[in-house]
């Protein structure tokens, strides 16, 4: 999984350098006095994301050839490489359409439902009952309704 | 000890406010959950908490931070001991010799250990902030832009090359920061970068927003992947704390470790674990019973819990005199100090004196408040252990949506949380640390600026960063830490192949 990742991510980082590498480059880099000017950096940033991000995966690809035949060592997880990437991005996809939703539904209705979903997503196999969905929904929705309350009217963030 | 008139101000500044003290004591409960609950972190802490205290007048709301960093440190104690699973990273060493000491009976007395070795080690760490920040402030004060820039560059090259054998990604993540940071418009120009003509983009990344995405989405995501386990024990405060001459004998592994967890602390990225790590080491090195370590000797817990939460203190050091944050959680006390208007850096002993010496009393009283509510609370927090992570995590991720769109009522900050969280979430899937990301953010103008400023100065000579003193040392310091890690891993590769040449050519001999 961390050989597959390192690749997306340093194409990625490839990628998305040499799509800012325009706006970058038609930026002044250094000033009449031989200073640095506003283009310095960006053009910098540029140039050392690409390098560095295939200098990264370059020292993923020896480590993987290096160490080949030996079991890949993922130690951060306690949980197989499939289950974090899926559960992972599903939250994040979750998240995403809770943001989208807010402003359609009021942050009431549209957390708790992100809540909802996320908890029953999460919901461990011995506690997958309609019990145990239900405390979990109820949860959500008093804790959404109790944070929403708390922002409005405590510290008069306007939550729509 | 010219810092006894400003403290006792400040002391009698907060000591006159009852919110103040409520409110630290109330950070030092929340901090005490957050570190007793394994997956949560004192990072997510502080920075589901910003939010809370945008009501607060500053000083108030700093000292709640505050108490609740402080808090979390000592609370990461509770599961190490009882589950073996450290609340807080930094609590993994506790875990050596308390969670055998709780299977042999005794998790009340390594509990107590812990509890006091944290005290102790806060208040040591406390005494070398109020006497070294003031000291190392005025010295800062003397830099000029080049020095400025260079301290800046590294902090950047320290936390890039502290991850092992991590060299390229650290510096890669660290320059991704840098990118960050400069999304907007040029400080002196004026002139757009990355900003597409969009007024959001114009007006750049936030800190917070982007703290958030990075350090606590990812964290968040992690603790999904925790197992949970129930915590199954007697809970009895007989028998909590040591007698006198129990507590004599632990007292120079306390001192030793606290002034390891403050040196510790000071440098950037290092953390609490690194501290607890080395402090373990040495104690078992002096200790008389050293074949108990690891099998449950007090020893052990006492140097683990002094010397994280000696980290607290050193990691406030650079935080308040240089504005360059110790750890992930100075970080997020960084973008809260910020929210409230205060910007930390040398100048804020002269600036914001009276704030500074409020903060610092606030310090103390959240130390001892340690001890209070490590007592009263010990049974609450054992039940901490036992909140459903299915109803947990989800309620953290709302807190972290709502805090983030609060802190401007901006939507722009909520996506800029919800890309750099994805980023952080498939970076650190490809081992590329997000701490260097975050600090590249938080230093990356400093170090634009400086250098710009410095180059101006000297007419856009760049000999001037090697030609002043300071300067070239910091410089010289930082290379070094860039080279380090190239030259240990380039001894590991041929020391031994080296040894193998040198017995081969003994036994031809």
Known sequence: ?160 | MEFLTPLSEGLGTVLSQPTALLLILVGVIVGFTFGATPGLTATMGVALFIPLTFPLPGEIAISMMIGLYCGSMAGGAIPAILLNIPGTPSAVVTTLDGHPMARSGQAVRAYGWALIASVVGGLIAWFALVTIAPALARLALRLGPAEYAAIAFLGMTIIASIVPGQLVKGTLAAIIGVGLSVVGLDQITGQGRWTFDTLPLMRGINIMPALIGLLVIPELLSSIFQRQVQAQVRVTLRGMFPNLPELMGQSVNMLRSALIGVAIGIVPALGGSVGSLIAYDQAKRFARDKHMYGKGAPGGVVASEAANNGVTGGALIPLLTLGIPGDTVTAMLLGGLMIHGVQPGPRLFDTSGELVWMILASTLLATVAILIVGIIGFRFFVKVLDVPRHVLVPALFVLAVVGTYSLANQWFDVLVMLVLGTFGFCASLARIPVYPMVIGVILGPLLESEMRRALVISGGDWSTFVTRPVSATILAVALAALLMPLLFSWREKHLPRRKELNNNFTEQK
């Open chain 1, 1 to 160: 999984m961390q050989f597959v990742t390192s690749f997306l991510v340093t194409i990625f980082l490839v990628v998305f350098a040499g799509f800012l590498a325009g706006p970058a480059f038609t930026l002044p880099a250094y000033d009449a006095q031989g200073g640095v000017a506003a283009g310095a950096l960006p053009q910098f940033v540029v140039v050392a994301v690409v390098i560095l991000a295939i200098g990264s995966f370059v020292a993923d690809l020896r480590r993987r050839v290096r160490s080949e035949g030996e079991a890949e060592a993922e130690v951060h997880f306690d949980a197989s490489p499939t289950r974090v990437v899926t559960i992972g991005f599903a939250v994040l996809a979750l998240l995403a359409v809770f943001l989208v939703a807010w402003p359609r539904l009021s942050f009431p209705v549209a957390a708790s439902i992100f809540m909802a979903a996320l908890s029953l997503l999460l919901l461990p196999a011995e506690q997958r009952t309609v019990r145990g969905a239900l405390v979990a929904v109820v949860a959500s929705i008093a804790f959404c309704i109790g944070v929403w309350l708390a922002f409005v009217h405590l510290l008069a963030v306007p939550l729509r």
